[in-house]
């Protein structure tokens, strides 16, 4: 593995000296997500293998290129898992690819996203440079979390060649109820909800259903049934796999010439109004919308969503120039621009992946 490690920083030292792009892609699961792919593809799937995993520690610490399935076959053999529920979008998932991606699953709303769950990261930079962030345990952190920050960075600031991950045992017992309600009533349903001490683990509401997964202890999961009322669904497990996976109906029936907007508000807003057909997850803190796609429609979802207290990303649509990405303010802008300059100074690393000017 120190061979692959040196061809990779012979690489990037040769990148930098001639100021030719690289695009870091594990299995390319992720291909379409984010702005335009440019560069020469710098292949992480032979930094691969577990380099620890203690069951007790509730750590796993893996290289960039190990496949998403084999970490779960692991963890999966010790019941259990990553608990952000990351999805595979492909068969080729690597874990590096899952951080460098920052993308979470239904259970987000109950346990935290991707950039919670990382402890600790290796990053070669733009100079070859293996720099070390983090570590094992939750409080070995001082000063800038940068391990953390490196979560949906998209590979921008550098090679993720080692991350640690904290995970989380399994539920004993999980359930799932149906409701028929309205979008306006779902919202103030899950915001209801989610102020009582109830084992929600994920939710979703489209076409007047909503749906709700419990976890946890049998004894909890049944009172919480009891208390929420609803009809239970049988073999609720795909349900979620496809939603986690975007290969339900709902997902797969968009039209090429549609647009996929993920906006992401407080989750006590009513319905946005917004034309499209929507999809609620995170209890209420997601908001998916299928919609026609051209810039000025564009304007007005963003314009929307930032009224509302959130912002929204172009998360599928075959016209990126109108920006993938929620424009930054000029402040946070800056922080970004000075992150990238610091890691990647001569601007390597999938530049454009995130906004076109950096």
Known sequence: MEQQLQEFKQRIIAATMDKTPLRIRGGGS??????????????????????????TELVITARCGTPLAEIERVLAAENQMLAFEPPYFGEGATIGGIVASGLSGPRRQ????????????????????????????????????????????????????????????????????RFEMHEADAIQKLNEWGGQPLPISASAWHGGVLLVRLSGAQAAVKAAKQGMGGEEMN????????????????????????????????????????????????????????????????????????????????????????????????????????????????????PGRMYNDF
């Open 110 to 177: 109950a346990v935290g996203a991707v950039r919670d769950f990382v402890l600790g990261a290796v990053l070669m930079d733009g100079k070859g440079d293996v720099l070390h962030f983090g570590g094992q345990v939750m409080k070995n952190v001082a000063g800038y979390d940068v391990s953390r920050l490196l979560a949906g960075s998209l590979g921008t600031l550098g090679l993720i060649t080692q991350v640690s991950l904290k995970v989380l045992p399994k539920p004993v017992c999980e359930m799932t109820l």
């Open 30 to 55: 992720k291909d379409w997500y984010g702005q335009s792919l440019q560069g020469e593809v710098l292949d992480t799937r032979g930094y691969r293998g577990i380099v620890d995993y203690e069951s």
């Open 235 to 350: 073999e609720a497990g795909a349900f979620w796999t496809a939603l986690r996976e975007q290969s339900n109906a709902w997902f797969t029936s968009m039209t090429p010439a549609a647009a996929l907007w993920r906006l992401s508000v407080p989750s006590h807003v009513p319905p946005l109004a917004l034309d499209g057909e929507s999809l609620i997850e995170w209890g209420g803190a997601q908001r998916w919308l299928k919609t026609g796609m051209d810039a000025a429609a564009a304007a007005a979802i963003r314009a929307i969503a930032q009224e509302a207290g959130g912002h929204a990303t172009l998360f599928k649509g075959s016209d990126k120039n109108i920006g993938v990405f929620h424009p930054l303010a000029p402040a946070v802008a800056k922080i970004h621009r000075n992150l990238k300059s610091t890691f990647d100074p001569s601007g390597i690393f999938n």
